[in-house]
């Protein structure tokens, strides 16, 4: 059964850092595009960042752009999402999620996916 666990996150300080990791299980993670999203309260899910399958093209939404960082370890089967310079508007739980298309751009704003994690919340607040 394929299957994605997202884990790291938690309750940080506006400025601070996590890092959320996407391990894979079932499939071979090399050969997905995968993508992380967030949903906070009120709000429609938003690609945050995706990186494609085999050739690992990035992708970042503009309200990340220099502060998150995506990578792929295919060794450990694990794509992770360093976050740094947090803020509050950062809240959300974020979801890591596999999809067939090979374009990490067209994953993270579409988000069409095949299967996703079950999320893991992440809080910036005093």
């Known amino acids: 059964q394929l299957q994605l666990v997202e884990s790291g996150g938690g309750l940080v300080q506006p400025g601070g850092s996590l890092r959320l990791s996407c391990a894979a299980s079932g499939f071979t993670l090399y050969y997905y595009t995968i993508g992380w999203f967030r949903q906070a309260p009120g709000k429609g899910r938003e690609g945050v960042s995706c990186?494609?399958?085999?050739?690992?093209?990035?992708y970042y939404a503009d309200s990340v752009k220099g502060r998150f960082t995506i990578s792929r370890d295919n060794t450990k089967n694990t794509v992770y999402l360093q976050m740094n310079n947090l803020k509050p508007e950062d809240t959300a739980v974020y979801y890591c999620?596999?999809?067939?298309?090979?374009?990490?751009?067209?994953?993270?704003?579409?988000?069409?996916?095949?299967?996703w994690g079950q999320g893991t919340q992440v809080t910036v607040s005093l």
């Open positions: 990186i494609s399958s085999h050739v690992g093209t990035t």
């Open positions: 999620a596999a999809s067939s298309f090979a374009t990490a751009q067209v994953v993270c704003v579409s988000g069409q996916s095949d299967t």
